[in-house]
């Protein structure tokens, strides 16, 4: 069974930067991609940053392109979500969820995650 426990969020202004970390307990966290999703009020969960299982490949949701960066160290079982040049509409809570199969081209699915962290919400104040 794995376990993932968000930390990091909070309240930023507008142009300023969080990171926002995820730590894993169970399992094998190193054979897995992670990924970084969001569901902001009101509005369905949505993809934002995905990273595979030892780093080498990355992928964004076109919205965060630019601005945020996922990286995981693997001797701390860590996945990491650098936010900068936050905007209002980055608001929303942000999930971290494991994916143990890494099936090509299915990063940025939700249903392809089998866990699930329980949240941290993140406000952007403009």
């Known amino acids: 069974q794995v376990q993932l426990v968000e930390s990091g969020g909070g309240l930023a202004q507008a142009g300023g930067s969080l990171r926002l970390s995820c730590a894993a307990s169970?399992?094998?966290?190193?054979?897995?991609?992670m990924g970084w999703f969001r569901q902001a009020s009101g509005k369905e969960r949505e993809f934002a940053a995905a990273?595979?299982?030892?780093?080498?490949?990355?992928h964004y949701a076109d919205s965060v392109q630019g601005r945020f960066t996922i990286s995981r160290d693997n001797a701390k079982n860590t996945v990491y979500l650098h936010m900068t040049n936050l905007k209002s509409e980055d608001t929303a809570v942000y999930y971290c969820a494991a994916d143990i199969h890494g099936w090509s081209g299915t990063y940025s699915y939700a249903h392809s995650y089998g866990y699930w962290g329980q949240g941290t919400q993140v406000t952007v104040s403009s």
């Open positions: 990273i595979n299982y030892n780093g080498a490949d990355t």
């Open positions: 169970g399992g094998y966290f190193y054979s897995y991609r």
